[in-house]
């Protein structure tokens, strides 16, 4: 898991470790961050189609 996490861009991978790991909530870590909570979920879902494609690339070999 770690390996295809280390694919995301470093602030991708905070925020994505945060909400899934951590079980950090959008909010939170958008106040945190200093950003809309629009952006942690833009960021979130950016994530995980970037790591689905990536797992199934993967799977595919």
Do not use: C, P, Q, W
């Not at 770690?2 to 991978?13: P, V």
């Not at 950003?35 to 799977?59: C, E, P």
């Amino acid at each position: 898991m770690e390996h295809i996490l280390n694919h995301l861009k470093k602030n991708d991978k905070e925020i994505f470790m945060k909400h899934y790991v951590e079980e950090d909530s959008v909010e939170d870590i958008a106040e945190k961050m200093g950003v809309k909570t629009s952006f942690i979920y833009n960021r979130l879902s950016r994530g995980r189609k970037k790591l689905r494609a990536l797992f199934l690339h993967n799977r595919m070999k």
